[in-house]
């Protein structure tokens, strides 16, 4: 094509495809469902099918430096009734608020001393509400200092893309976008120095990405102390 024509075509802005010369086409990012499977082992790296009903959870995270992906806080109940807290387990965004409303006809004293988030409530009667701020990441072990049975979990987190294991012990996440991230884990009961060598990096590509299995042990369950660092004392007064 002679230079003359194309310098006309590019001062109108087109190109012989019909194209506008200086722009280019749009193209969504692509997103992919991601699916993970809990599998229970007597020993470590012996798969003995899947684990099923245990509370656990994965979240991704960007490895390319600047990739933030932006999560909203929201205001979250964790319910106290019939010495319970409902749900156990409260996966939310990082600066969330969650309220700690007591419904119980007798006290309750809600406490966490681990690194997600540390505080106590302290004592407060029924029909009484207190709330914490969950301001960074973290795992929150939450229990009364006066019923050793009751416990939670909060986790709080600082990236939109995680999934809480179902029944059946698997995690799907669907629109995650495509990319390396470094994939995280919890499952209750795992003594935290396991769910770190759990941690690795992981690469979602266009479509179905499986990241495959996930192999939790069976550590042995011992009681929680109350805040003081002590045993539980028997309940010997009704009013709490």
């Given at each position: 094509?002679?230079?003359?024509?194309?310098?006309a075509?590019?001062?109108?802005?087109?190109?012989?495809?019909?194209?506008?010369?200086?722009?280019?086409?749009?193209?969504?990012?692509?997103?992919?469902?991601?699916?993970?499977?809990?599998?229970?082992?007597?020993?470590?790296?012996?798969?003995?099918?899947?684990e099923?009903?245990?509370?656990?959870?994965?979240?991704?995270?960007?490895?390319?430096?600047?990739?933030?992906?932006?999560?909203?806080?929201?205001?979250f109940?964790?319910?106290?009734?019939?010495?319970?807290?409902?749900?156990?387990?409260?996966?939310?965004?990082?600066?969330?608020?969650?309220?700690?409303?007591?419904?119980?006809?007798l006290?309750?004293?809600?406490?966490?001393?681990?690194?997600?988030?540390?505080?106590?409530?302290?004592?407060?009667?029924?029909?009484?509400?207190?709330?914490?701020?969950?301001?960074r990441e973290?795992?929150?072990?939450?229990?009364?200092?006066?019923?050793?049975?009751?416990?939670?979990?909060?986790?709080?987190?600082?990236?939109?893309?995680?999934?809480?294991?179902?029944?059946?012990?698997?995690?799907?996440?669907?629109?995650?976008?495509?990319?390396?991230?470094?994939?995280?884990?919890?499952?209750?009961?795992?003594?935290?120095?396991?769910?770190?060598q759990?941690?690795?990096?992981?690469?979602?590509?266009?479509?179905?990405?499986?990241?495959?299995?996930?192999?939790?042990s069976?550590?042995?369950?011992?009681?929680?102390?109350?805040?003081?660092?002590?045993?539980?004392?028997?309940?010997?007064?009704?009013?709490?």
């Amino acid at each position: 094509m002679p230079a003359g024509r194309v310098a006309a075509l590019l001062c109108l802005g087109l190109l012989s495809d019909g194209r506008f010369a200086g722009t280019q086409e749009a193209t969504a990012p692509q997103r992919t469902e991601v699916t993970a499977r809990l599998v229970a082992s007597a020993h470590r790296g012996a798969a003995h099918g899947a684990e099923k009903g245990r509370p656990a959870v994965i979240w991704l995270k960007p490895v390319a430096e600047g990739s933030v992906m932006p999560v909203t806080p929201g205001h979250f109940t964790l319910l106290q009734k019939n010495k319970m807290f409902t749900p156990h387990l409260l996966v939310v965004p990082v600066g969330s608020s969650v309220a700690f409303p007591n419904a119980d006809p007798l006290f309750h004293n809600v406490f966490s001393l681990f690194d997600g988030r540390r505080f106590d409530l302290g004592l407060y009667e029924a029909g009484t509400t207190r709330s914490v701020m969950f301001s960074r990441e973290g795992v929150s072990y939450i229990f009364c200092n006066i019923h050793s049975e009751m416990s939670a979990v909060v986790i709080s987190l600082s990236t939109p893309l995680y999934s809480v294991a179902d029944e059946a012990g698997k995690f799907r996440m669907s629109d995650v976008p495509d990319g390396q991230y470094e994939m995280h884990v919890w499952v209750e009961g795992e003594h935290q120095t396991d769910l770190d060598q759990l941690t690795k990096r992981v690469r979602v590509a266009v479509g179905s990405a499986d990241l495959g299995e996930i192999v939790a042990s069976h550590p042995e369950q011992g009681q929680h102390l109350n805040k003081f660092g002590r045993p539980y004392e028997p309940d010997a007064n009704p009013i709490y």
